[in-house]
Structure formats: C-alpha cells, structure tokens
C-alpha cells in the first residue's frame, strides 16, 4: 500500500491532533517503523507512553518535528554539521542528539540534557506534525524490547488499548529504525546504526565517523536484549545456520531459520523457513516481519546468520544482536 498526500484522511488527522492537545497517544506510521507518539511538551502525556509500552522512564524518546526550521524550538544550539546532515538527509531516517532547548520536557529525554530529532519522511507522519505544530516524542508502538511494528496491524495486535488513535499509513518502507548521530560536539559518532547508512553519512560530512561501542548518552535501542520476538535467536556464520538449525530441530524444539540467500536451494530440516532477499534494502524492510512471522507460526528458537556490515547491512546486524542478547529475568 502506498500512501501520497492526496490519500490522506484529514479528518483522521483532525482527528489525532485533537488527541494530542488533549495528552493521549498516537500511533502513526513512519519510514523507518511505527511510532507512540505523544505531545513531547506534555511531560504527563509522554509518560503515558512509557506506561503503555511498558518501557523504563531512564530511555529517552525521539521528538519528531514537521521540518528543520523547528529545531530551534527544541534544541539549544544546532552545530553547523548537525544542519549539514539535516539538509542532506530530512526528511529521512536520521535522528540526530544534540542539547536539549528549554521546550522538551524533561520527561522525553529521559532525564538527560540532550534531546533526539528527527524529520520522519512519510506523508501521513509530516501531515499529522504540520497539523500539530509542535513536536511528538514517540519511540517504536511496540512493548518494550520487542519485535518493532512496521504495519498499523502490528500495532494493533501489541497495543489494542492502549492507543487512542492508530492511524494507518500501509507498511514502512525502510522498516529498520533511524540512523542516531551524536551531534553535540566536533566529534560526530554514530550511536545506532540504521536507515541512513555510515557511508552515506560519511560522504556527506567529507570525514569518517566513529561508531563507539558504548556511549554515555542514553539513546534508544542500546539495551542488551531489543527488537526481540517471543522466540530465543542464536545467531552463526552463514554456512553454519542449516547445520545448527537441524541440530536444534533435531533436539525438540521448533526451530525457524532465516536461511541466507547463498542457501536458497538447499532443504532444510526445520519447523519453518523464510528465504532471506539478496538486496539489503528488502531484507531490511521485512526483518522484523519475518521475526513475527517465524514467532506466530509456532517457532521457540529462530537461527539465523548477520550480513556484513557495510550499508544497510550494519543496521540489520545491529537488530539481529540486540534480538539475540540475553533476556531480562521474569
């Protein structure tokens, strides 16, 4: 479903406008994935958020705006390479941190003095923000630590409730979250790989980026166990996913693999099997559905292989990690 601004409902997003000013949640659709979004001026609102997602309030949000004229309403000093990346790449899936202005609340950022931006590029999502006028914190419209919801179907089935309004905008046509850049000093680094690729990035600026392994500003997707369904992931080389994925069958449990494309043609003694795309973008798209595609066809153990990380590939590597990190205690 392709969504182009003559589709859009209007009175829908009237509609959710109204729920906004009035401090309830909004699930709408992006480029990268859906977001919960509230008014990121209402602290009270943007807790709600938390409280739906059941997220800890020390993980900040990301404020959507309209357009990059807004950013002085929200961010205390935009840097001259932070306004390069933003001409470059918004709208687009780049979020950039930089210091937090004094109209974000405090409950948004997660306690922190810097604050998350970004331009969405998705036609339902930029009428909804032109509409507002303000900024929408959202995180992805899912429970916290779960498979991201990249359909307004997804939506529906983890947050039915939860949500006032859920506006559908078709699938998400990147369907792996926003690249996130540190901008707040000389030293730019990328804090989490996604849509917008280090190379391009790289290219942009004229000069190479850091990638640290860890960071001291908080920032979405950095907890050990995210973007994970219900079934444990291991992850192997790729020659070895066919091998270890009959040894697990083998072993009782109901094992689905996502089978690397070198593979296609080979069999594979397994519960299920989804045929992974060659192309990155398209394999970046379907992730997260086919981790809830393996999940609702019954799979406890899903193996599978992460590609190379250059391009897209580093931001679905990343996904992968974080679905196979270890699993808070119940």
Partial sequence: MTVRPGDIDSAAIDRAVGVLHGGGLVAFPTETVYGLGANAADGAAVARVFQAKGRPPSHPLIVHLAGAEQLGDWVAHVPAHARLLAERFWPGPLTLVLRRGGRVSLETTGGLETVAVRVPAHPVALALLSAFGGGIAAPSANRFGSVSPT?????????????????????????????????????????????????????????????????HIRVPGQHPSHYAPRARVVLVEPDKVIAEAERAQGSGHQVGVLLPPAFAD??????????????????ARELYAFLRELDQRGCDLIVASPPAERGLGAAIANRLRRAAGPRPAM
Avoid at 158 to 179: F, H, Y
Avoid at 267 to 275: F, L, S, T
């Fill in 266 to 283: 080979a069999e594979v003694k397994a519960h299920a099997v989804v045929e992974l795309p060659a192309s990155m973008p398209a394999y």
């Fill in 151 to 215: 359909t307004a179907g997804h939506v529906r089935a983890e947050l039915d409730g939860a949500v006032d309004v859920v506006l559908d905008g078709g699938p998400c046509s990147v369907g792996v979250e926003s690249t996130i850049v540190d901008a707040t000093g000389e030293a730019l680094s990328i804090l989490r790989p996604g849509g917008v690729t280090r190379e391009d990035l790289e290219a942009a600026l004229g000069r190479p980026l850091a990638v640290p392994a860890t960071s």
